[in-house]
């Protein structure tokens, strides 16, 4: 079991930035590949950045360029900076990790975060 809990969202103006981190509970946090969605309202989820157990990085076409996804197993922790922000980025933003080598799907993910709200100001 992995409990995964969110921080870092908040109230941020067109083109400022912010730092999501995702705490991991368990000590086999290296096994898991890492995923960053977010939901906006009346929106489907979507993935927006995923990293395999080996560090290798995929990014959804709106935020490639602008965000960085990252991990730290000593921490058990995952990071998504974000820079560049626009009000279309505003949605519930959460993170999820799979027992896998790598993962991009939803469905592939077995845990998930309660997630943390990014709210951009036009």
């Known amino acids: 079991q992995v409990q995964l809990v969110e921080s870092g969202g908040g109230l941020v103006q067109a083109g400022g930035s912010l730092r999501l981190s995702c705490a991991a509970s368990?000590?086999?946090?290296?096994?898991?590949?890492m995923g960053w969605f977010r939901q906006a309202p009346g929106k489907e989820r979507e993935l927006v950045a995923a990293i395999s157990r080996g560090g290798i990085t995929y990014y959804g076409d709106p935020v490639k360029g602008r965000f960085t996804i990252s991990r730290d197993n000593a921490k058990n922790t995952v990071y998504l900076q974000m820079n560049n922000l626009k009000p279309e980025d505003t949605a519930v933003y959460y993170c999820?990790?799979?027992?896998?080598?790598?993962?991009?799907?939803?469905?592939?993910?077995?845990?998930w975060g309660q997630g943390t709200q990014v709210t951009v100001s036009s």
């Open positions: 368990g000590r086999t946090f290296s096994s898991y590949a």
């Open positions: 999820a990790a799979a027992h896998r080598i790598t993962a991009q799907a939803e469905r592939e993910y077995d845990y």
